[in-house]
């Protein structure tokens, strides 16, 4: 849900001295079993979300996979939490489109594949409105020091306000400390439906290279580039892009050192399903496409555009499937019946306040397999932490496949929204073209007045239905722009609150509205 995270932290007053003592035995069973798979969950197009099954005290959850975030939270409703241990502390992690986790910070024993913290902390989280397509919760698989969690218990006992003996790290971060022989790195491979060229979910492993890619051994190592000492994220140095054989770099907001001239910054995400570009490359991707339009959602484009991409990194092209330049508008087709399609590579600049330029989420990950790094950042680590890229994209065979995987993608997100292309051209409802219509209609057409009495009924209601749908979209609007700090009622709980997340590693409000997690 889906980062970055500010590590700001703002403590209400009289927070009263707690005490617990916990250690932290760890197992797993057998000792190289590392890989795990995971499964997509597509409620539509360009709206992708890799989950996996943890166990948090024997309870299964399915949650959420995110290297933008560092944070373990749960929707706990309906759950007897009288067997989990209480920080008395409340956690709170908030993201803009007015969604959030908030509640309790608990104690726990978690599982996931053969590992199993026995005492790990998380955000117990009932009746969350950040949940997405049926999980339960998010697993956050980024750098330790963004645990927004295991700061605010930090920083409450640094201040004398908690006296306590737990270790607050995160999943992975409590892996890594006790095992600190084994590589302390990740790994994602999304796959491929080869139907319709959607995901269909991957193998996310700890500490070992999939098999039949240990070619990433030799791609170069791509350096963290750390603009924000208390909000660490998976940012590299990007090299430019390619639009159909023209090279395009620059227009960073930085002037950090550790960004040469040309570059820009970028996170890697798998809790953003689509990506956001400086105004520039979305230009030069969308701009010069027949048909194309901007419109107030970001570029539109006819589906079959077959839009020729490619990422530099390191000094090496990534090639993005064309599938992945582009996704379905909810299978609505415009008045010259084709089905419409936004461009995934959303423009967006950042912001003086913002620690990257572009934030890549599965539209680029699809692409490549990604190993993960996290060197010093994890306990213990003594080496600066990196990312390594493996293509696994094949332009020429990608390029020779879309017509006919981008038609069964089309295909595909019809008959789940259950239009039919044979339907009227503009499948919108209007119920003035209506009304039109039937007020033209002559004693010829073989209408009763009964039937005539119905229509006129059924335009009303339709009217009625516009009217209500319009102040609901106002209301979404207005409570989404509504993400300022608010205070809340005392509990027995200490409140503690962080600043408002931007999941996915976006900077906007229209980035994280397409699913960002």
């Known amino acids: 849900m889906r980062s970055p995270c500010f590590t700001f932290l703002s403590l209400i007053s009289l927070l009263a001295t707690h005490s617990n003592s916990y250690r932290l ?36 959850y399915e949650v959420q996979l995110d290297t933008g975030s560092s944070d373990l ?16 502390v409340t956690g709170f992690i908030g993201y803009v489109d007015g969604s959030f986790a908030r509640g309790p910070i608990l104690v726990g024993s978690v599982q996931f594949g053969d590992y199993t913290v026995e005492n790990q902390t998380f955000i117990s989280a009932p009746g969350s409105n950040a949940l997405h397509s049926g999980d339960k919760g998010l697993l956050g698989l980024g750098p330790p020091g963004l645990s927004t969690t295991a700061t605010t218990l930090a920083e409450l006992e640094s201040l004398g306000l908690l006296n306590s003996t737990y270790n607050p790290a995160s999943f992975l971060d409590n892996i890594f400390m006790t095992y600190p022989n084994e590589p302390n790195f990740i790994t994602f491979e999304l796959s491929r439906d080869p139907d319709i060229g959607a995901t269909a979910g991957g193998v996310f492993t700890i500490g070992e290279i999939g098999p039949g890619l240990d070619a990433i051994n030799q791609s170069p190592v791509l350096k963290v580039v750390q603009l924000s000492d208390t909000s660490p994220l998976w940012t590299i140095a990007m090299d430019g892009i390619v639009v159909n054989g023209t090279t395009y770099n620059g227009h960073s907001i930085f002037t950090d050192p550790s960004i040469q001239p040309g570059q820009t910054v970028a996170v890697l995400d798998t809790g953003n ?165 039937l007020s033209a209609s002559s004693p010829s057409s073989n209408l009763n007045s009964d039937l005539m009495r119905n229509s006129y009924i059924i335009i009303g209601l339709l009217g009625t239905v516009l009217v209500l749908i ?48």
């Not at 795990?36 to 309870?59: E, L, P």
């Not at 620690?355 to 003594?382: H, K």
């Open 73 to 88: 939270w749960l929707d706990t409703t309906g759950v007897d939490l009288s067997g989990f241990a209480d920080t008395g």
């Open 25 to 60: 035995p760890f197992r797993r069973a057998p000792p190289h079993s590392t890989s795990f798979n995971f499964t997509n969950v597509n409620g539509r197009d360009g709206d992708d979300m890799y989950v996996g099954t943890i166990y948090v005290n024997s309870q299964p």
């Open 273 to 437: 399903p689509l990506a956001s570009v400086p105004t520039y490359f979305a230009d030069a991707i969308y701009s010069n496409v027949d048909g194309a339009e901007f419109t107030p959602n970001g570029w539109q484009v006819p589906c079959e555009s077959k839009i020729e991409i490619s990422f530099i990194f390191g000094g090496q092209t990534f090639p993005i499937n064309p599938l992945d330049a582009t996704y379905i508008v909810n299978a609505v087709v415009d008045d010259t019946n084709e089905t419409v399609c936004l461009g995934a590579f959303r423009a967006e600049d950042a912001s003086s306040t913002s620690f990257l330029d572009v934030a890549l989420g599965d539209v680029f990950l699809r692409n490549v397999y990604a190993m993960y790094d996290f060197g010093n950042w994890a306990t213990p680590g003594d080496t600066n932490p990196f990312i390594k890229l493996l293509s696994i994209t094949d332009a020429a065979t990608a390029s020779a496949q879309f017509d006919q995987l981008n038609q069964a993608r089309i295909n595909a997100s019809i008959a789940q929204s259950g239009i039919s292309n044979a339907a009227t051209p503009d499948m919108r409802i209007n119920a003035a073209v209506a009304a039109s219509a």
């Open 470 to 517: 319009s102040l609901f979209c106002f209301f979404i609007v207005r409570g989404s722009k509504d993400i300022g700090y608010k205070p809340v009622p005392n509990t027995a709980h200490n409140e503690v609150f962080v600043p408002t997340l931007l999941k996915g590693s976006g900077y906007s409000e229209s980035y994280r509205d397409e699913g960002a997690h």
